[in-house]
């Protein structure tokens, strides 16, 4: 059976102070325990653990805007192994506006959790100890470095984030992300 993978998007965007976004939104340790339940910790570039530690990247930036993009499927009966083809080509557009946002500002972009938008569904190559294919794209996301995208997304974009109770996806999926930039004077 063929389903209708069209959408219409709804973007939500917030700016504030890195200091207290970090301060106020993140909380690593909590994450990071589901990160590693998770079977990509550890086989992609884009997910923990880090060789560098993602506070150090991230805490001389003295601006954070978030981005926030609301997937609202036109068919109401997606079914949930769908999602993925619906959030793909909505990532890959946003992953190449964070990079032009990250360049532009000077700053460091955070995307998606999940498969890599370069790779074409070729296998990471830190699984089997290779540089990444596309270090110059890929960023890991915000969650993935501590961040609570249900607080971030609800407090700063006025969103909710849904969740699938069965076998379609919600009313909608959304996508948060952000760039910090700035430099602090020393």
Request: aromatic share 12%.
């Amino acid at each position: 059976m063929e389903h209708d993978l069209t959408y219409t998007l709804e973007r939500y965007h917030a700016e504030m102070d890195a200091k207290a976004y970090i301060e106020g939104f993140r909380n690593a340790d909590y994450f990071l325990q589901f990160c590693r339940q998770c079977g990509n910790y550890g086989c992609r570039y884009g997910c923990p653990p880090f060789e560098v530690d993602p506070l150090s990247s991230i805490c001389h930036f003295t601006k954070v805007r978030i981005w926030g993009v609301k997937i609202i499927p036109n068919s109401k009966r997606v079914p949930l192994e769908l999602a993925c083809n619906l959030m793909e080509p909505v990532t890959r557009q946003l992953n190449e506006e964070l990079l032009e946002m990250e360049r532009a500002l000077g700053g460091l972009a955070f995307g998606f959790v999940g498969a890599c938008p370069y790779c074409n569904g070729e296998q990471c190559a830190r699984i089997v100890g290779m540089p990444c294919r596309h270090p110059e794209k890929v960023r890991p996301s915000l969650e993935a470095i501590g961040f609570d995208m249900g607080k971030t997304a609800k407090e700063l974009l006025n969103l909710d984030i849904k969740w699938s109770t069965g076998d379609y996806i919600p009313e909608y999926l959304t996508l948060v992300c952000g760039v910090f930039y700035g430099s602090r004077q020393v």
